[in-house]
């Protein structure tokens, strides 16, 4: 590969802020990727906070609008499909107009993409960071099975690239052989060692509790799939049988209101409000972890969690739910505990016996750095994904263009255009039988019939 000419990738992201495992993987791929090499261009659904921190790493971002999150059934989903091939156009503009050498999907709710690489010749990579779900707002009104999803992952892309054993299993039917990868995440120690030197009381100021707290920490965005009710639900069978010493910390941005709220509002149903603390979105997560004793992963729902990768290389003993890549990463009862999902008796049990033993979190800690450094470390993910670069970019050249494709966006333009008109045409009936109910329930309306009626 002539160095003095890189390979353009395009990255296309579903997510333009910070604070999730998605954007995360790609701000620390750019860190390790050789940038002499391979030059990173992406795509990103909107202006967010995910725009600087990558042009602070010399990647070229352009904004291409959609709504991909949360959608309702209705004129948003819709809008979305409507826009569907503009933003195609626009993404073989860009492959035509940067010389993009491949295109990487970096989410499995974006398909524009893939689209354009077919349609300009070029190799496309999807990075499936979790598996499929059906009840994702983009599919509510294109409901696939699992199967269906995987061949769909398969039809688009020339090599499918998935972050842990689990998220693999559920495309290796649709994607076979060699065309199918498992690169788990890796992370950059070098923070977190940083973070563990500096390490000092300032969280234990900031919330005003005793310096010698005990911590236990989660991490992520507040939305269901985190499982966060579990973990309150856990704090409140710990604290009953533990010490005021311990606290509870969620660290993450508050991004769905109902959600947040019932957490809170347990919280104080449950009177533990003392020594249970939400801090929002933070920019210091190296920082907190490297504070924290003990980190809780609860999630209903994981790929291969970053956060859990950093937790291990902070020194934090492990607790976590038996989602995807979870046992991949820890070893039961070696490097951590794996408890089944929502079990919070066993979590909390598990909770207990590290709070009364230094000892135990220590045998952990331990085992838990010596595999992050052995197994998932961000120069090991860097280094297999840019052979998969490097063998996309020798794979015979494809022809450009798609009849099927063609049909496709058009027929989506066209679906759009009379579902809107459908909703439309609902709401305007909605508001006439509004008029029809007001009119003949009204009281003037009534007295009107009613003295009618008296003359006759």
């Not at 993404?91 to 295109?103: A, G, N």
């Not at 707002?137 to 696939?144: G, H, I, T």
């Not at 939400?278 to 994981?302: P, Q």
């Not at 009364?356 to 010596?370: F, P, Q, T, Y």
């Amino acid at each position: 590969m002539n160095e003095l000419h890189p390979k353009k990738i395009l990255y296309i992201s579903s997510r333009s802020d910070t604070g999730a495992g998605g954007e995360n993987y790609l701000l620390t791929l750019f860190r390790n990727i050789d940038r002499q090499c391979f030059q990173p261009v992406v795509v990103l659904p909107s202006e967010g906070s995910l725009r600087k921190p990558l042009e602070d790493l010399a990647v070229e971002v352009i904004i291409i609008e959609a709504e991909h999150d949360w959608l309702t059934v209705d004129i948003a989903w819709y809008t979305l499909i409507e826009g569907l091939q503009a933003r195609v156009k626009a993404i073989v503009e860009l492959i035509t107009s940067k010389q993009i050498d491949i295109v990487h999907t970096n989410s499995n709710r974006r398909f524009e993409g893939a689209l354009a690489a077919r349609l300009t010749g070029i190799p496309h990579l999807y990075l499936a960071h979790i598996e499929y779900e059906p009840d994702m707002p983009l599919f509510q009104s294109l409901p696939l099975s699992l199967g269906s999803f995987a061949q769909l992952m398969s039809e688009l892309s020339d090599h499918v690239v998935a972050v842990s054993n689990s998220v693999s299993a559920t495309l290796a039917t649709q994607v076979t052989g060699d065309k199918l990868q498992v690169i788990h995440n890796g992370i950059e120690l070098s923070l977190f060692d940083t973070a563990l030197a500096n390490q000092s009381n300032r969280l234990k100021e900031e919330l005003n509790i005793p310096l010698n707290s005990l911590l236990i920490t989660a991490v992520g965005r507040i939305v269901p799939d985190k499982g966060f009710d579990y973990f309150v639900d856990t704090a409140r069978l710990v604290l009953k049988k533990s010490q005021n010493n311990v606290h509870f910390i969620i660290a993450g941005g508050e991004e769905n209101d109902n959600f947040t709220n019932l957490l809170k509002q347990k919280v104080i149903d449950y009177s533990i409000a003392n020594n249970f603390h939400f801090l929002g979105f933070r920019v210091d997560v190296a920082d907190i972890l490297a504070t924290s004793d003990i980190f809780v992963l609860s999630s209903r729902k994981e790929g291969h969690p970053y956060v859990m990768l950093e937790a291990m290389a902070s020194e934090c003993a492990i607790v976590a739910s038996n989602c995807a890549g979870v046992d991949e990463t820890i070893e039961e009862g070696i490097s951590g505990f794996i408890v089944p999902i929502g079990d919070i008796n066993a979590m909390a049990e598990r909770l207990i016996s590290l709070i009364d033993s230094i000892e135990l979190r220590d045998s952990l800690v331990k085992a838990a750095k010596k595999r992050i450094k052995a197994f998932f470390t961000a120069d090991k993910t860097a280094s297999e994904l840019m052979t998969v670069y490097e063998k996309l970019l020798q794979q015979p050249k494809k022809p450009a263009g798609s009849i099927a494709i063609e049909l496709f966006l058009q027929n989506c333009t066209e679906i759009a255009y009379i579902g809107k008109m459908n909703v439309e045409m609902n709401e305007r009936l909605r508001r006439v039988e509004h008029l029809a109910d007001f009119i003949q329930y009204n009281p003037v309306a009534k007295f009107l019939r009613y003295f009618r009626k008296q003359l006759r």
